[in-house]
């Protein structure tokens, strides 16, 4: 060949690592010998109820339609959204999951040369898109395993574009509280856009936790992105959204991608934001199961970060990578975040009550 075409490409996807998921259960099976259904997968921070029965009714409904393309700009989910979250229509941008949300911000509002602050242990596809762009990643050292809001705000400076925060993190489970939110925005100008990735809201049941909707009428610099992804159950057909101020939506909607999000996806999106049972029951199966890990792990003196997610991040020393292959081998899928920089830890996703205990079983075989 005597063109590399690598070289061809932009500067910052050349220097970038591909995202790297958690092993399905498919992959896992094939590599191990293993029967599929004696795998348990708590990787990748799914709702492990499944769907629910009117998402199922949803998606058959809208299978009758599926040789048009879907509505490109989300009109029912839109208006849903709307009076369920009490915002405009203008102000919501769909996406093909919240990360497609988060790849729209840094397109239409990072260019080379300025500046993107978030934290160590943040989202990883928050260097991803920052990268891509050209914008130069800042990353604030963590204050133990969550945001450090007072160094990050000291961080911004007349280059800074975006700031991203996560709250809950993923993947270490921390969060901050409302009046810790309100200083941070306070002190940023307000050419800033300040990202809110509130992925895990619906898992926190605290006084103390901020809804960033709320601050946007203060602070319209803030956009809010939410996913149907983890407490919703829809993490297979991807789908996510940013509320912002209208302009800043319109922006989005500018770079957004013709029928991003699919017909069955809106569709299942909508039944799940009026199934408020099953929401309940997804949050309460998570909290009990978040009982369970955790007491097991302090039976087992596994230190881990307290989180406030669908997940719970322990620190497994030196032996984390070794101890990730032998549950692989019992049929567990955890999920390594070496890759975050935190090689001595594994992070587990809450399963059902009987997933939980294989993990915890084959950990105690382990250890």
């Not at 919240?98 to 928050?126: C, H, K, M, W």
């Not at 300040?194 to 895990?200: H, N, P, R, S, T």
């Not at 809201?201 to 901020?210: L, M, Q, R």
Request: contains cysteine; glycine residues 6%.
């Amino acid at each position: 060949m005597s063109v590399d075409y690598t070289k061809l490409a932009v500067q910052g996807v050349r220097q970038l690592q591909p995202y790297v998921p958690g092993k399905p259960i498919e992959e896992v099976a094939r590599e191990l010998g293993l029967a599929p259904e004696n795998i348990v997968k708590l990787a990748s921070n799914e709702n492990p109820l499944g769907p629910s029965s009117k998402v199922l009714e949803a998606i058959a409904k809208a299978q009758s339609e599926l040789t048009r393309y879907p509505d490109s700009n989300g009109y029912s989910l839109k208006n849903a959204l709307c009076a369920h979250l009490n915002v405009a229509f203008d102000q919501i941008t769909l996406g093909n999951g919240s990360n497609d949300v988060l790849d729209l911000l840094a397109r239409a509002f990072v260019v080379p040369g300025t500046e993107v602050v978030f934290s160590q242990y943040a989202f990883i596809v928050y260097p991803i898109v920052t990268q891509a762009v050209g914008g130069k990643a800042v990353v604030v050292p963590a204050l133990e395993w969550g945001h450090d809001l007072d160094a990050m705000a000291k961080a911004v400076t007349e280059r800074t574009a975006m700031v991203f925060l996560a709250n809950p993190n993923n993947p270490t489970g921390t969060c901050f509280s409302r009046s810790q939110l309100v200083k941070f925005l306070e002190q940023l100008p307000e050419h800033v856009i300040v990202v809110l990735d509130e992925a895990y809201f619906e898992y926190v049941d605290e006084a103390e936790y901020p809804n960033g909707l709320l601050l946007q009428n203060d602070f319209p610099n803030l956009v809010v992105c939410r996913t149907f992804s983890k407490a919703y159950g829809l993490a297979g057909l991807r789908v996510g959204y940013a509320v912002a101020s209208p302009e800043i939506t319109d922006m989005l909607n500018r770079v957004r991608q013709p029928f991003n999000v699919s017909s069955m996806a809106l569709a299942a999106a909508e039944a799940a934001l009026h199934d408020q049972p099953y929401l309940t029951k997804a949050c309460q199966i998570n909290h009990e199961g978040m009982v369970q890990i955790t007491s097991a792990f302090n039976t087992l003196s596994v230190n881990y970060i307290p989180s406030k997610g669908n997940f719970v991040t322990a620190d497994f020393g030196e032996k984390a990578a070794d101890i990730n292959q032998q549950l692989l081998q019992q049929g567990v899928i955890v999920r390594p975040v070496a890759n975050y920089g935190m090689a001595r830890h594994l992070r587990i996703s809450i399963g059902l009550p009987e997933e939980n205990e294989r993990f915890i079983e084959a950990l105690k075989q382990i250890l």
